[in-house]
């Protein structure tokens, strides 16, 4: 067994032995930890496999999105630093069976297909050879993949953006001024709407009334806004 | 390092990652079961371009065609969590109904 053999075995159990620890601890924020290790290791095999561009751009790519994965995880976490036990799953035995039945039936297909073996010759130029194709016959898809992206980044700001749809796209906020210490320019979109306003406008959620505690009169959420309700 | 072991380790990360995207309940968790399954289909796909197609470019393109498709998921993904979050406030599955029956 040669050395790369051995690397892959032992990449290959950290992969799969780390994957699984993803949905099996306790705290949200190592889980995601857990998966950049499997991504990694999954990386390293990609450079055994004779792809070190897609390799190395695997390892970069994950080392990113595990963090902000990881940022995402703090916001939604249901248990803080995993002190206590978490096991919030549903449907608990269907999943496992069903992540078996996967696991068996594309093994079992493995194990039974005839396989072409054709490696990559040594020495073969692969990133050259990558970055021609991308520029060259599949140009198309490669173009076309950056355009899916650009609509992915419009989509996200689009959805995760405080108002969108459901009222002003800029209430609450204040353009800056043409000159430094300025009018703000263009339109005032609300009356006292510094900090104040967004703390409360957030605080309050779905909340449709007034809430007469705080006494500024410049307490309304988007909800109060488009209710028209103003109060100076 | 033959290609049925490198299809049997992407299966059993697509088996794990379809797990997790069943059972977990929470939305950020469930993405991850997703993340997961793609990794297996990423590490098939290198697989397949370096020991069965003699390095042909166009296995590499389909790899690069996977890492896009991440990227689309996690973004997409976690601007729907925080879209539902603030009209629902709800960060479980059993949190949202509505599209129940």
Redesign the interface.
Known sequence: MSG??LA??AL?IL??AR??R??ATDS?VR??FL?LL??IA?GL??L????P??GV??VF?MAV?MM??AL??VM?M?NPAGLNPMM?????R???A???V???G??AI??VTE???????AG?P?IR??G???LGN?ML??ES?GV??LA??V??????S?S?RFGAADAGSKPPPLVPGGEPAGRVPEEGGGHHHHDHGHSQ??EHQHNPSHGHGQTHGNDGQRGGCHEH | MSIEAILIVASALIGIGLYGALSQQSFVMLMMGLELMLNGVLLAAVGFWSLTAAGVPEGQLLAIVTMAVMAVEMSIGFALVVAVYRKRQADVTEGITTLKH
């Open positions: 790369i053999d892959f075995y290959s992969a799969i994957g699984w993803v949905f949200m889980a995601s998966l499997s991504f999954v095999i990609m055994l496999l004779a792809a561009y897609l751009a695997t790519m999105e902000v994965m995402f995880m939604f249901m919030m799953v549903h449907q608990h269907f999943s496992l069903a992540g078996a996967a696991f068996v594309l093994a493995t194990l396989f072409p073996v054709d490696p990559v010759a073969k692969v050879d990558l021609t194709e991308l599949s898809i490669f993949a899916t992206l992915t980044m989509g996200s700001v689009i959805l995760s405080r969108g959620g779905d």
